[in-house]
Nanobody, 120 residues
Framework: QVQLVESGGGLVQPGGSLRLSCAAS???????????TGWYRQAPGKQRELVAT???????NYADSVRGRFTISRDNAENTVYLQMNSLKPEDTAVYYC???????????WGTGTLVTVSS
């Protein structure tokens, strides 16, 4: 089984920055098999929504609400995906979840989330 563990969340003032990390671990796996990895978030009282995704080839996709402010990256050698969040807004407050997809084995993994709170 593969586990995804998010870190880097916390309290930040509007306009500030945070860098989230998602580290994958397991008994036996290849991070490269996760063709698509990404970040989702869920704000209080709202449904979980896509934030950003990145493929092994480096193709990225962003929600309109974060495009230009957030940057997703991936380090296959370190089994880690990152989310650099700049110019944070109160509307970005949410629990952020890491996601990894292994389409060859029809598997999808989720982390348990890290809380990001943007408030003055």
């Amino acid at each position: 089984q593969v586990q995804l563990v998010e870190s880097g969340g916390g309290l930040v003032q509007p306009g500030g920055s945070l860098r989230l990390s998602c580290a994958a671990s397991g008994s036996a796996f290849s991070f490269y098999s996760f063709y698509v990895t990404g970040w989702y978030r869920q704000a209080p009282g709202k449904q979980r929504e896509l934030v950003a995704t990145i493929t092994n080839g480096g193709i990225t996709n962003y929600a309109d609400s974060v495009r230009g402010r957030f940057t997703i990256s991936r380090d296959n050698a370190e089994n880690t995906v990152y989310l650099q969040m700049n110019s944070l807004k109160p509307e970005d407050t949410a629990v952020y979840y890491c996601n990894a997809r292994d389409p060859r084995n029809a598997l999808t993994y989720w982390g348990t989330g890290t809380l990001v709170t943007v408030s003055s």
